[in-house]
């Protein structure tokens, strides 16, 4: 398999240099692993904890490759993201360090200490309303025109995705070879840039995509081989509630993903409680999908070796007290 003949421009190089920009800014999270775990699923799971990288989310990488690729007018004119939560901090981050203006359209109802974290690194939020059919991405664009401002939208972008494969990249390097890898999957930029950066390094590794149950697009993207919807799905994984996969993650996704399978909320709250207990993980919903997609036996990784990737922790306590209660 040829990485550069991927016509959508994302290709492993692009996910080395990346690496390169974000070396000595992001932090190189650690691998952690677990015998009860193993135990439970059969395997030997290698977890990537980007719940422990800046901002508390595997989105810095993504967000900083592509603020630091921008021109110094560019830079000057800012930048203007939609995200519900970590993509906004992302941005908001990379902004402050890079000397970047950035907007961040957040919807209304969007956990408070994402958008107290967004402003608290100096983003201007502009908030809409998801439930009564507002679009984000209507409302980024608006102030993209207004502004001159460069959007960077939080999946479907081939700088963003050569940053988010780069948690695949160090995985692989730190572990050596992985039968299967498992990754969180909302809009499929994490997905589709960590299966670019496994199936290069690893070509029989077999990368998995996990998402919420009531959010199934991709899963149905994928099997159907034509691109899927679903409106406002109502899940605690409230970073995978994206519409669809993208115009440039569908093709990535269809080429290296073997498979996506979903999770119930149940099974999610049940990943989130191991990763806290046990542990010692703190991860908010969406960044145990993965985890989740392992422990449902969905797919049989029995004597594997497995990667999960952990996406995010950043979570509001007084929730996850009522989730696990």
């Not at 983003?123 to 991405?137: I, K, L, N, P, Q």
């Not at 034509?226 to 569908?250: E, H, K, M, Y």
């Not at 290296?256 to 919903?285: G, Y």
Request: hydrophobic residues 45%.
């Amino acid at each position: 398999m040829n990485d550069e003949a991927v016509p959508v421009g994302v290709a492993y190089a692009d996910i080395e240099a990346a690496a390169k920009r974000l070396e000595g800014v992001a932090h190189r999270t650690p691998v952690a692993t677990s015998r009860q775990f193993d135990q439970l699923a059969g395997c030997r799971a290698y977890f990537k904890c980007e719940n422990l990288q800046r901002m508390g989310a595997f989105k810095f990488r993504g967000a900083y490759n592509a603020l630091a690729s921008l021109d110094a007018d560019a830079r000057r004119r800012g930048v203007v993201a939609f995200s519900s939560g970590n993509h906004a901090q992302a941005v908001a981050l990379a902004g402050r360090i890079l000397g970047i203006p950035a907007t961040i359209v957040m919807p209304a109802d969007a956990p408070q200490v994402k958008v107290a974290a967004t402003r608290g690194y100096g983003a201007e939020v502009v908030f809409y309303d998801r439930a009564a059919g507002e679009s984000r991405e209507a409302v980024a664009e608006r102030i993209s025109r207004e502004k001159g401002a460069t959007l960077i939208p939080p999946f479907d972008h081939p700088m963003v995705i050569a940053g988010q494969g780069t948690a695949a990249k160090e995985l692989l390097e730190d572990v050596g070879a992985l039968d299967y890898l498992f990754v969180c999957t909302g809009g499929a930029g994490l997905l589709s840039g960590c299966a670019v950066a496994a199936r290069h390094l690893a070509p029989q590794i077999r990368v998995v995509g996990v998402e919420p149950a009531a959010g199934d697009d991709a899963a149905r993207s994928f099997r159907t081989k034509t691109l899927q919807r679903v409106d406002n799905p109502i899940t605690i994984a409230d970073g995978a509630r994206t519409q669809s996969l993208g115009a440039i993650t569908f093709p990535l996704v269809l080429r290296h993903v073997f498979d996506i399978i979903t999770v119930t909320d149940e099974q999610i709250v049940a990943a989130m409680r191991f990763l806290w207990e046990r542990m010692k993980l703190v991860v908010e919903p969406t960044g145990a999908l993965a985890a989740a997609g392992v422990l449902s036996g969905a797919i049989d990784v029995r004597d594997r070796r497995v990667g999960v990737i952990l996406s995010g922790g950043n979570v509001d306590l007084k929730a996850m007290a009522s989730l696990f209660a």
